[in-house]
C-alpha cells in the first residue's frame, strides 16, 4: 500500500537500471539471491537503483551472453547514469540489499553478488551507508531516491521461492510483503 501521497512508483526488474531526479519518484523491486544497489548524490537528490542476478566480471563480459544479468555491467551503467544527470562521483552513496540464500541446496549466489556489490563499492571510492544483505527470505523494497530513504518488507518462505522463480524468469504473479518492515535512514 502506498500511503505517500503524490509519489510515483517505479519497478525496477531483473537486468534493469533507473535513474530519476524527482521528489516524487520511489523506485520499487523484489529480490531474493538478486542486488539492488541503490546510489545517491545526496546534494543533487539524483539517485537511481540496479537489481543484478550474477556478479559477472570482465572475463564473462567479454565471452558474450546477456551482459544486463551482471552486476559488474549494471553498477557501470547506474554510476554513468548518475554523472549524467549531474551527480558527482566523490558525492555518491550507497545502500545495498538482497542476496538472500533462497535455496539450501544450491550455492550461495546470493552472498556473491553481495560481496561483488560491497567489493565494486569500495573499488570505486562510493561510501556503503546501509545494507540489508544475506538471510534466507527474499525482499520486496522501496527506495527514494531524492532523500536516500529505503524500506524493505521481508517475504514469507513461498512469497520467495516466486521470488527465486521471478529471477529464473519464469512468470509467476509477484509476491506480496509480509506483515513486518523495516526502514533505513
Known sequence: MNTDAGTRRVHVIQGEYKVV????????????????ACLRDPVTGV????????????ETMASGGDA????????????????KQGARRDRLEAKIFGGAKTIARF???????????????????????????????????????STGRARQ????????????????RQPIPAPKPAESSIEFF
Open 21 to 36: 531526479n524527482d521528489p516524487d519518484v520511489v523506485l520499487t523491486t523484489i529480490l531474493g539471491s538478486c542486488v539492488a
Open 47 to 58: 539517485g537511481g537503483m540496479n537489481h543484478f542476478l550474477l556478479p559477472g566480471s570482465v
Open 68 to 83: 544486463t544479468r551482471y552486476g559488474v555491467h549494471l553498477m557501470e551503467l547506474l554510476i554513468n547514469g548518475l554523472l
Open 107 to 145: 550455492s550461495n549466489v546470493g552472498e556473491q553478488n553481495a560481496r561483488f556489490a560491497r567489493q565494486f563499492l569500495m573499488d570505486e571510492g562510493i561510501k556503503i551507508v546501509g545494507e540489508s544483505t544475506g538471510g534466507e527470505h527474499g525482499r520486496k523494497l522501496e527506495f527514494w531516491p
Open 153 to 168: 518488507h521481508a517475504l514469507t518462505g513461498v512469497e520467495t521461492q516466486r521470488t527465486v522463480a521471478l529471477e529464473q
